[in-house]
Nanobody
Framework: VQLQASGGGLVQAGGSLRLSCAASGRTSVMGWFRQAPGKQREWVAGISSSAIRKYEESVQGRFTISRSNDKNTVYLQMNSLKPDDTAVYYC??????????????WGQGTQVNVSS
């Protein structure tokens, strides 16, 4: 599975960005991770094939994950952005029967910079 992520950029605190990640084929669970400078990569949000959503606590209420099964694409709408959200954001997808945490399929990463 090939993944192509897009949508990162520079935004002021309080602003919004929308990330997209298109997969080359059908997938099961789709999600987003991020890695800030000097920190380990962390899970941000995930969405199942039946659109059940889960979020990391710090983004709950500000970020919304969604997907288009027709387009094999996952989105991350990020609102009320904070400087702490600055990171490289990676999409990750899993095939049916595989947990997202065990999947080898990662996007190339897209940089999000939030200025104060």
């Amino acid at each position: 599975v090939q993944l192509q992520a897009s949508g990162g950029g520079l935004v002021q605190a309080g602003g919004s960005l929308r990330l997209s990640c298109a997969a080359s084929g059908r997938t099961s669970v789709m999600g987003w991770f991020r890695q800030a400078p000097g920190k380990q990569r962390e899970w941000v949000a995930g969405i199942s094939s039946s659109a059940i959503r889960k979020y990391e606590e710090s983004v709950q209420g500000r970020f919304t994950i969604s997907r288009s099964n027709d387009k094999n694409t996952v989105y991350l709408q990020m609102n009320s952005l904070k400087p702490d959200d600055t990171a490289v954001y990676y999409c990750r997808v899993a095939l049916r029967g595989v947990a997202l945490r065990d999947s080898p399929y990662w996007g190339q990463g897209t940089q999000v910079n939030v200025s104060s």
